[in-house]
């Protein structure tokens, strides 16, 4: 079955600790996307792919960063800088103008 | 820059019945794109419908439609017939069908609409 697949489910990170979260994609789109949602808040982009070797930040890429070396690949990196990681982690793909397709999601918990 | 406004934090229907949940949005844009998504207690976002804004004709798929106002800038969401299965948070998204400086496709979301089916 074609879909986006997220790993782990759920993280637990201490603080100070980079981790990883994936994203792996089957459906042969070009774009994938990060997204962060805090609780009573919509979605909010963390950074974006277009195209393999290329990548955007999006409106809060502070403390966060990524790659894009296959195109079904796209791990986003939570880095120590980032002050406030507890939160949902959603990637999503698209084609070109077409609706976005998501993952089921990362719960990211700072202990 | 865009922006997206649901302004019902909370909605209740009971089943069988209809409930309407509102959006609206602020762009200067000709031509873009509007969706809802849902997101149920699992929290995988699943598109519902959606809507391009050249097409005056309102989308529609099985119990769910929507009412497109462009000029008055509105994107409400219909769902007829309610079942359990609709409880779920439901967000509005915008699309610019333009590209600047890279942002071409990004999607902006409203703070989302909680739904809650009663039996």
């Known amino acids: 079955d074609g879909g986006i697949t997220q790993s782990p489910k759920y993280l637990f990170r201490k603080e100070g600790q980079n981790v990883t979260l994936s994203c792996e994609q089957n459906l042969n789109h070009d774009a994938m996307y990060w997204y962060r949602q805090d609780p009573g808040q919509g979605l909010r982009l963390i950074y974006y792919s277009q195209i393999v070797n290329d990548f955007q930040k999006g409106d809060i890429a502070e403390g966060y960063s990524v790659s894009r070396e296959k195109k079904e690949s796209f791990p986003l990196t939570v880095t120590s800088a980032q002050k406030n990681p507890t939160a949902f982690y959603l990637c999503?793909?698209?084609?070109?103008?077409?609706?976005?397709?998501f993952g089921p999601g990362t719960r990211l918990t700072v202990l | 820059a865009q922006t997206v406004t649901q302004s019902q934090p909370e909605m209740s229907v009971q089943e069988a019945e209809t409930v309407t949940l509102s959006c609206t949005y602020d762009t200067s844009e000709s031509d873009y794109y509007l969706f809802w998504y849902k997101q149920p207690p699992s929290r995988q976002m699943i598109l519902v419908i959606r809507q391009e804004a050249y097409k005056q004709q309102n989308a529609t798929e099985n119990r769910f439609s929507v009412n497109f106002q462009k000029a008055a800038k509105s994107f409400s969401l219909k769902i007829s017939d309610s079942q359990l299965g609709d409880a779920a948070m439901y967000f509005c998204a915008y699309r610019s069908a333009f590209e600047y400086g890279g942002s071409q496709g990004n999607l902006i979301f409203g703070k989302g609409t909680k739904l809650s089916v009663k039996p």
């Open positions: 999503a793909s698209s084609i070109g103008w077409r609706e976005q397709f």
